[in-house]
């Protein structure tokens, strides 16, 4: 695997809130809301939260709207990695757009990146509707509370994001307003052995909303043995809306389609390929 991929799959483990929604997006079967759909990696590391970015947006989905109610969460996000003595094989581009919108009785989540794969749900009631790219709307209905996972992926990104370059990179307050601050380095080495060649960023968060966070680096991480020199970029802008319930629209979708049942189809194909060894 090219060095440049090594690294963009661990950037994307830390930081992508929606990369249980792209695992879904390339062709999981599993609808949101069954038993096995949404399944945390148990292996991949916690990053290391700012307490500072924290305390205005949690990273779990449930402190966030405790704290806002309903709203509108829109993170787009842009990664860039290449081996500059290498070729195209040592390059990765992402640039993705997330968007949530929740309110008590429904919710819906929206995912699409430049490389034409999206994933869209929601949950209305006891309902879940999921779209994949190019595909139909199919309904299930809500069995588990698996969507809470994907929530929480995305609440996460802004905080994910800076501590991909903990400690070298922190917020502080703009002269003790704790409702404003910026990105500052503390020349500290990152986790992850990357070197900063250039950061900033700013978290406004005004009585009321909008809340916004940016975030922008320049960084390059060394050549180790083979693997050749990495220079990357990661760009975040996140924008939290607080929003009356009624203003939140989350329509169910007319021409949705039953999700087809799984386990029919796994015992419809185990009874023909019996069949096939009994001859």
Request: proline share 9%; glycine share 6%; with cysteine.
């Amino acid at each position: 695997m090219p060095a440049a991929d090594r690294l963009g799959r661990r950037v994307f483990r830390l930081a992508a809130p929606w990369a249980l929604v792209a695992t879904c997006a390339c062709g999981s079967t599993d609808p949101p809301g069954s038993p096995s759909a949404g399944r945390a990696d148990a292996t991949a590391p916690k990053a290391q939260t700012d307490t500072a970015l924290a305390r205005h947006l949690p990273p779990r989905h449930r402190d966030l709207r405790a704290r806002y109610g309903p709203h509108v969460l829109a993170i787009d996000a842009t990664i860039h990695l290449e081996a500059p003595e290498g070729g195209p094989e040592h390059t990765v581009h992402v640039e993705d757009h997330v968007e949530v919108a929740w309110r008590p009785d429904a919710l819906s989540l929206l995912h699409r990146n430049d490389h034409d794969r999206s994933h869209e749900m929601r949950v209305v009631g006891k309902r879940v509707f999921t779209r994949l790219a190019h595909r139909p709307w199919y309904e299930t209905p809500l069995e588990t509370r698996a969507h809470e996972r994907w929530l929480d992926e995305a609440a996460a990104f802004p905080t994910d994001a800076l501590a991909l370059f903990a400690p070298a990179l922190s917020l502080v307050h703009d002269d003790g307003d704790e409702r404003h601050a910026h990105v500052e380095a503390t020349g500290e080495p990152t986790h992850e052995g990357l070197r900063i060649r250039h950061a900033e960023g700013r978290l406004d968060a005004p009585e009321g909303g909008p809340l916004t966070f940016s975030l922008s680096v320049s960084f390059e991480r060394p050549a180790e043995g083979a693997e050749p020199r990495l220079e990357g970029r990661l760009a975040v802008e996140a924008t939290l809306t607080p929003r009356p319930a009624e203003a939140i629209a989350v329509a169910i979708p007319q021409d949705a389609r039953p999700f087809p049942d799984k386990r029919r189809l796994d015992q419809d194909r185990a009874f023909l390929l019996d069949g096939l060894a009994a001859h």
